[in-house]
């Protein structure tokens, strides 16, 4: 058997008075993450882990943001493109373990939720999916509630 780990990052601006997406969830809150897609920055930086584990590039390579096809799309959708992308090449994916960066909202509460979306969008167990939350201890964009920061490694195994 063969295994791969990937990384993936991504960021968002948080604007006022827009939806915020995470994990497949809206969250009420007053401001939230500005994007050409839903700007769900925990899924872009799932895929772009998954992409890179696979040597498949990057999100902004199949999804590009000039590409009127992926305007206000679901990124559960971009999620369930990229577990097809690797699914062609062979691989399916072991776990993931993902990091959200921000002020607000608490996301704990919404943790099951996202887990259940991200396992029905790569039809693995919710007990392969880790997402974690944490404070900029008010520093920074992030702490300035300017922006929303995701991290996200995987594993992803053939054969």
Same mark, same amino acid.
């Given at each position: ?25 809206? %969250? ?6 500005? *994007?050409?897609? $839903? =700007?769900?920055?925990? #899924?872009? +930086? ?39 992308? %690797? ?6 994916? *072991?776990?993931? $373990? =993902?990091?959200?960066? #921000?002020? +607000? ?55």
């Amino acid at each position: 058997m063969k295994i791969k780990v990937g990384f993936g990052f991504d960021v968002h601006q948080l604007k006022d008075n827009h939806p915020f997406v995470v994990g497949g969830v809206t %969250l009420a809150h007053h401001k939230g993450a500005f *994007g050409h897609s $839903d =700007a769900d920055v925990l #899924l872009h +930086a799932i895929c772009d882990a998954l992409l890179g584990a696979a040597n498949l590039r990057d999100i902004g390579f199949h999804f590009k943001n000039t590409d009127e096809r992926w305007r206000g799309i679901s990124s559960v959708i971009l999620l369930k493109e990229t577990v097809k992308l %690797l699914t062609d090449k062979g691989w399916q994916v *072991g776990n993931i $373990d =993902a990091m959200l960066c #921000l002020e +607000a909202p608490k996301i704990n509460p919404h943790i099951p939720q996202m887990q259940k979306n991200i396992a029905e969008a790569i039809n693995i167990s919710v007990d392969d999916i880790s997402i974690k939350a944490t404070t900029n201890e008010t520093m920074g964009f992030v702490g300035r509630e300017e922006g929303v920061v995701a991290y996200a490694v995987c594993l992803i195994e053939k054969g």
